[in-house]
């Protein structure tokens, strides 16, 4: 009985895996086509794989640029929220105060609120900051949104270090601040991996936040870029899709690099010690 619910739990999750991968087969090969064969039949083999898709695509994209704009609001965004979070976490979870109590029910809500309720009032104050045109200013709002789930995600794998640990630390004349970035923040590894690739993937991916801060066509991040690709009366199909597997490579290498840790880190954090 045992083996046959094994059997079973393999064919679906192998029917999972199929129904997720396929978007991902349309679109690679579908890239290799030209227009008139990708709007003929979009399921079939290419019948001629055409690489001078990727060309064009890679340069009416000014695909350097805008990879260069991407990576500097991914990593900046990315090192900000770590930083910040973990310190935070870190404060929260080992001083319960009062004021601590109501800073958690201030993070909670940024989990809470869409995104669209404070779009408006956002963009007026990046704009009374000068914010506006600003790779600075997309990293400063990811900041700001990406800490809420990251503090929480901290806070669970904090809880499971001892506490002793750390007093031993402070009984050999550490201070707090030594304690935290050589002892505590190096035993993160695991769930700071978790939520780099995490918030990676929502960085890299955005296109609604940078839409609205970014409108000089030399700051454009690549989701904005390929959004040139559709019009009101045109739809460059032939070389949207290849921009999108150039956009979507990335990506997949940094969740390849990472596996092995975002699991680790989920379940570390998911369980108080």
Request: glycine letters at 4%; hydrophobic letters at 55%.
């Amino acid at each position: 009985m045992k083996t046959k619910y094994k059997t079973l739990l393999s064919v679906l999750i192998g029917f999972c895996v199929v129904l997720f991968l396929i978007p991902f087969y349309l679109v690679l090969i579908n890239s290799f086509k030209d227009n008139a064969e990708l709007l003929t039949n979009i399921l079939s083999w290419p019948k001629r794989f055409i690489l001078d898709n990727y060309q064009r695509a890679f340069s009416q994209l000014n695909y350097t640029k805008v990879f260069i704009n991407s990576l500097i609001v991914t990593i900046g965004s990315n090192a900000g929220v770590t930083v910040f979070s973990a310190m935070a976490a870190y404060r929260l979870e080992r001083y319960p105060t009062r004021m601590n109590k109501v800073i958690k029910l201030v993070l909670l809500s940024g989990l809470i609120i869409p995104f669209q309720v404070i779009m408006i009032p956002l963009m007026k104050v990046l704009k009374s900051i000068h914010l506006i045109n600003s790779l600075f200013g997309v990293i400063l709002t990811y900041w700001g949104m990406g800490i809420a789930f990251t503090v929480f995600l901290f806070r669970g794998f904090i809880s499971s270090i001892p506490k002793e640990v750390e007093e031993a630390a402070f009984i050999d004349g550490s201070s707090l601040m030594y304690m935290f970035w050589k002892i505590v923040f190096p035993l993160l590894k695991p769930v700071i991996f978790t939520a780099v690739t995490i918030n990676t993937f929502w960085f890299w991916n955005d296109f609604l936040l940078p839409q609205l801060i970014l409108s000089k066509k030399e700051l454009q991040t690549i989701p904005i870029a390929i959004n040139a690709f559709f019009g009101q009366y045109v739809m460059k199909w032939d070389l949207a899709l290849p921009a999108l597997v150039m956009a979507i490579i990335p990506a997949v290498v940094v969740f390849i690099c990472f596996q092995k840790y975002i699991v680790e880190g989920m379940v570390s954090g998911a369980v108080k010690g």
